[in-house]
């Protein structure tokens, strides 16, 4: 005997599914909006820096900063970031100086040469998307995390110092007093709370700006879709993460 | 021999081959890290102690939570680019509330110099001062509220302009006096300096004022009392003939008598 579809039956059913399908729907958002508050999630990230050469002033307070967040040595040969000051003369010649990293500023220009063009760089890890340092790590203490930074574990670096000699940018250093590599992790413990990196937090005029290079509506996008971007040393392949708006071709 | 049975060099082989495998197994066991290679060639552990790093600037939001005015001013103003803690320094910890000592109250002119100071190297357009020509002697946050550091549209003081003769001046016997005790000094003069020329004293007579032989030190001189001060007298019908006073002493550093 077959079951008729009553009436009633099919009213009850026509309020039902159309209930359960929009629960279905929203369940999935609701979710994720839970997990997003309480639980960083790596693999959704994938972060990235943008440097305005035209708004750094060379305070030195992003280098000052990050070695006080980092507990980075004082002493003037380890740094995780530094500013550079570039300086153009008319006939040519090029001068490159960072007083102990630009931490306490700089000194007034003492040649009497006349200038064609000047300005300040920082550098930083460009957290590579393929990093030469992680290449030739023997024991696999430096690695590229899901969200797209570059860091080491200090409990497995041998200090073999290989990191050191293969990064193109000088951006690590060995710590005195580990003697393991040290680096900018993007402030690691600070980015994963939701935070600023120490240095962009710090920079007076928001020369720097951090956030995620796949989403579009970001304030790092927004730089980079309205600025001339250029990146350290394209032609070595390591395709870096720093992004610098305006760099002047003398910058290496 | 019995064809089946394993001969013994194949045994003692073998069992060498046992037991090179089991120690190598056994020795990876033991030296690679439990998590190492579940995210990648790494230890997935890792980022948890690298992530667990303690954090020193707490971030201007945490400031924002009691210092709410400060806060809006500086957002509102030139500073509004700036960290609570860019000048403070590193204060999460007072954040949380277990700092014993406040956050530094930077004072001096130091701090602001380090971005204010004038370099070639900054961009164009940024404030800059040469600090040996702006108001050597006085504190940045006498004139400017580092909180809202708008430039004021007329100078606080003579010496934002008049600077050089401020720095004489300083350390003359004329010290103790304004400048407008001797100059007339109209309101506009601030706003349009060269349409509104302040007036100089043209006479004798006016350095007569204090100076005369015969003439009491004034108590109320243009709303200062003078009395303190030892004051030179000289005759003015006998001394300098037909000059003026200031053809012979500078008046902003007069000489000792």
Partial sequence: MSKTYERREFLADLVKFPCATLLLGVSGPIKALASAG??????????????????????????????????????PYYFRTWVERYIIYTDGEV????????????????????????????????????????????????????????LVDDDYCIGCRYCIQACPYGARFLDPRTHTAG????????????????????????ARIFGELDKLSTPLNRMMRQSNIQVLKAHMNTEPKVFYSDLDGEVR | MKSGKIPNQVLQVGFVFLLVGTSMI??????????????????????????????????????MECHEDQVAAKNNSFHRTLSCETCHGAAAEHASGEAEEDPPLPTGRALCLTCHRYLVSRPTGFPQIIE???????LCHTCHDPHDPTPSERPESCSGCHAAIARVKAVSHHAPLDCEVCHEVAPEHFLRPRSNIPRKPFERAFCGNCHAAGVDTPANFRGVDLTAFEVPKVDQDTHGGTLLCWQCHYQHSPEAR
């Fill in chain 1, 38 to 75: 309480n639980e960083y999630q790596a693999s959704e990230h994938n972060y990235a820096m943008g440097v305005q050469i035209e708004k750094c002033i060379g305070c030195g307070k992003c280098v000052e900063a990050c070695k006080i967040e980092n507990d980075v040595p004082m002493e």
């Fill in chain 1, 95 to 150: 001068s490159v100086d960072s007083p102990n990293g630009g931490i306490n500023g700089f000194p007034p220009v003492e040649s009497d040469k006349d200038i064609l063009r000047t300005f300040f760089v920082p550098k930083l890890c460009n957290h590579c998307e393929n990093p030469p340092c992680v290449q030739v790590c023997p024991v696999g203490a430096t690695f590229k995390s899901q969200d797209g930074v570059v």
């Fill in chain 1, 183 to 206: 680096k900018c992790t993007f402030c690691y413990h600070r980015i994963t709370e939701g935070l600023l990196p120490a240095c962009v937090e710090i920079c007076p005029t928001q």
């Fill in chain 2, 26 to 63: 056994l020795v990876r066991q033991h030296f690679i890290p439990e998590s190492f290679g579940e995210l990648g060639h790494y230890r997935a552990d890792a980022v948890g102690v690298i992530a667990s790093h303690e954090i020193q600037f707490a971030g201007w939001q945490a400031c």
């Fill in chain 2, 132 to 138: 040996e020509l702006h108001e050597p002697a006085k």
